[in-house]
C-alpha cells in the first residue's frame, strides 16, 4: 500500500507538471470556445512483463478514459468538470481518478476545484468537482482536466491525464 501511494503522488506530480506546460500553449488560443465540443479521449498502457507507460496500444492492459468539457446546469449554477473511463481490456484491478476544474488565469491553468476519487474499480462512473464564482463580474477560460492512475492484476502502474476543450463563463 505504501508503494501504491509513492507510486500515485509522483505520477500525479508529472502528470500536473506535464499538463502545467502543454495547456499553457493549447489555451492561449482558445478565446471563443464555440459550442459545446466532445470530451477528449486518453489512454492508459501498460506493458504486462515490465510495467511501464507506453503510448502504444500493442499488448498490455489498456484503459480509456475522457474529459468533458465543463458545463452549468442554469446561469448562476456551480460550473463542473468531469471525468470518467470509459472502458478497460482484461487486467485492470484499479483505477484512481482525480478530476480538476482549471482556470486560465494570468497565463496559466489554475485549479479551482478537484475531486479525488481514491482507488476504486475502472468501471465507467463519472468523477465530478465543482467551483461556485463569488461574482459574474470578468469572464475567464475554464477546463476539466483529469488523471488516472491504473493497476493490473500483475501489481504494475501506468499514469496519464488529459484535458478537454476550454469553455468561456462569466466568474470571479
Known sequence: MRTRNIVLRLLTVV???VAGSIGAHAASAATDPGPKQPPKHFKVTTDNKAGTSKASPNGGVICEA???????????????????????????????????????????WQDRA???????????????????????????????????TMETVQGTYASSFGDSASITFPCE
Open 15 to 17: 502528470c500536473m507538471i
Open 66 to 108: 475522457e474529459a468533458d468539457q465543463p458545463f452549468k446546469l442554469y446561469p448562476t449554477s456551480p460550473i463542473y468538470a468531469q471525468g470518467k473511463v470509459d472502458s478497460c481490456t482484461p487486467g485492470a484491478a484499479a483505477c484512481h481518478r482525480i478530476v480538476y476544474l482549471q482556470q486560465w488565469e494570468d497565463g496559466v
Open 114 to 148: 478537484s475531486n479525488d476519487d481514491g482507488w476504486k474499480s475502472c468501471d465507467d462512473h463519472l468523477v465530478t468537482a465543482s467551483y461556485k464564482c463569488l461574482s459574474t463580474l470578468n469572464t475567464y477560460d475554464f477546463r476539466s482536466f483529469m488523471s488516472l
